[in-house]
Nanobody
Framework: EVQLVESGGGLVQAGGSLRLSCAASGFTFDDYYIGWFRQAPGKEREGVSCISYSDSRTHYADSVNGRFTISRDNAKNRVYLQMNSLKPEDTAVYYC????????????????????WGQGTQVTVSS
């Protein structure tokens, strides 16, 4: 059974940092690209960042570029999202998702391209 489990969310003041973790199981982790997405109340889901499986290429949404860093540890089947300089507008439920690829493909944070999703972790940034 494919599982993605997010952790590391919480309440933080504006300007603070959090590190989210996504633990994967039930599939060949290093065959999948991994993405982070978020959804705030009353808003559509937004792609935040993604990382390839082999060469660790990364891509970020403009709204987080320079503040967030995605990384992966294939030996541990984990992907991380380091979030610095957090803003109240970063408040959302954050999800990780896995995208199966048979070859090297362009990075995307379009959620429709992802096959498996976690349950999410809440991030709340107070002003």
């Amino acid at each position: 059974e494919v599982q993605l489990v997010e952790s590391g969310g919480g309440l933080v003041q504006a300007g603070g940092s959090l590190r989210l973790s996504c633990a994967a199981s039930g599939f060949t982790f290093d065959d999948y690209y991994i993405g982070w997405f978020r959804q705030a109340p009353g808003k559509e889901r937004e792609g935040v960042s993604c990382i390839s499986y082999s060469d660790s290429r990364t891509h970020y949404a403009d709204s987080v570029n320079g503040r967030f860093t995605i990384s992966r540890d294939n030996a541990k089947n984990r992907v991380y999202l380091q979030m610095n300089s957090l803003k109240p507008e970063d408040t959302a439920v954050y999800y990780c998702a896995a995208r199966e690829t048979a070859s090297i493909v362009p990075l995307t944070i379009d959620g429709a391209e992802y096959d498996y999703w976690g349950q999410g972790t809440q991030v709340t940034v107070s002003s």
